[in-house]
């Protein structure tokens, strides 16, 4: 389908491992968000890209986080050094245009486990 | 800070009722959205609103905006097993740059 999808859906590190989430947005949309979920909760802002140009990062928890979407289109989360508080679904969603209105689409997430 | 508290936490109830769940903030936003999320996926949209006092009917499901945009309901009436699934609120800024999301309310509907 034309969805947004990410990549890998499930991903179990060692702690102290670096990891990268991969997140591929429906087309043209120009507005990418990245969110954490925990068990249980609702999720929580990261970050947001308009393109290229990530315009707010101020959910990112430490800077071992680190997002970039280079081309405006796939984006990609790392982690570094993962710790087990690291553990959680990542969510990855798209918006044609990102005002507040717009419907977002979400992926289906990755959840991480950090052992 | 915007933060959203949603209420009840959890609801459990049997086929054909009806319920509602709350979406309550101190902070205003411009719009506020309602998703559902079942296991393994992400969120889908449901509705959103962006008018103080706005009501939205999406067949057996109502959505109210409070007046002064701070908070929000979500009526089901009849509910049904498919109902089934977290419902999560959702407040943007003017810029829609940083969505707020509360916690949920996990329904779960018997048959």
């Known amino acids: 389908g034309a969805g947004v999808s990410q990549s890998p859906r499930y991903k179990v590190a060692k702690r102290g491992q670096d990891v990268a989430l991969r997140c591929d947005p429906i087309?043209?949309?120009?507005?990418l968000f990245w969110y954490q979920q925990a068990l249980g909760q609702g999720p929580e802002f990261l970050t947001y890209?308009?393109?290229?140009?990530?315009?707010?990062k101020s959910g990112l928890p430490s800077d071992r986080f680190f997002a970039e979407r280079p081309e405006g289109s796939v984006s990609t989360l790392k982690i570094q050094r993962t710790q087990q508080e690291d553990s959680a679904v990542y969510l990855c969603?798209?918006?044609?245009?990102?005002?507040?209105?717009?419907?977002?689409?979400f992926g289906p997430g990755t959840r991480l486990t950090v052992l | 800070t915007q933060l959203l508290e949603q209420s009840p936490q959890f609801l459990s109830i049997q086929e054909g009722e009806n319920l509602t769940v709350y979406c309550n903030s101190s902070?205003?936003?411009?719009?506020l959205q309602w998703y559902r999320q079942e296991p393994g996926e992400g969120p889908v949209l449901l509705v959103t609103?962006?008018?103080?006092?706005e009501v939205k009917k999406l067949k057996r499901l109502t959505f109210q905006f409070g007046d002064a945009r701070k908070d929000s309901s979500l009526h089901i009436t009849a509910a049904q097993p498919g109902d089934t699934g977290l419902y999560l609120c959702?407040?943007?800024?003017?810029?829609?740059?940083?969505?707020?999301f509360g916690p949920g309310t996990r329904l779960s509907v018997l048959p």
């Open positions: 969603a798209s918006s044609l245009e990102g005002r507040g209105r717009d419907e977002q689409f």
């Open positions: 087309s043209g949309h120009v507005s």
């Open positions: 890209f308009q393109n290229e140009a990530q315009l707010d």
């Open positions: 902070s205003v936003f411009s719009s």
């Open positions: 609103v962006v008018t103080g006092g």
């Open positions: 959702a407040g943007a800024n003017n810029y829609g740059q940083n969505f707020v």
